[in-house]
């Protein structure tokens, strides 16, 4: 189930990689922040996913609990 989530942080552990080569290079500061964009809409996506799956388990369990957790969690950002 979480093998998709760990391929896609993988894949943004290669886009923060290629940031700092490109910061190490000098790129231009256009192309770096078009790749922070990118590396910052794929952690948002790979978020949204596992909360939504988790928020589904737990309402799907009827665990009120673990439900308010997670919202607690949220509410901090």
């Known amino acids: ?3 998709d989530v760990i391929l896609r942080l993988k894949k943004m552990g290669g886009q923060v990689d290629g940031l700092i080569r490109m910061l190490e290079r000098g790129a231009s500061c256009e ?3 078009t790749q922070f964009q990118a590396a910052k809409a794929a952690l948002d996506k ?3 996913l596992v909360l939504e799956r988790n928020l589904k388990e ?6 009120s609990k673990n439900v308010e957790k997670i919202l607690k969690l949220i509410s901090k950002q």
């Open 1 to 3: 189930m979480d093998e």
């Open 31 to 33: 192309q770096v922040i």
């Open 46 to 48: 790979t978020f949204s």
């Open 58 to 63: 737990c309402m799907s369990q009827d665990d």
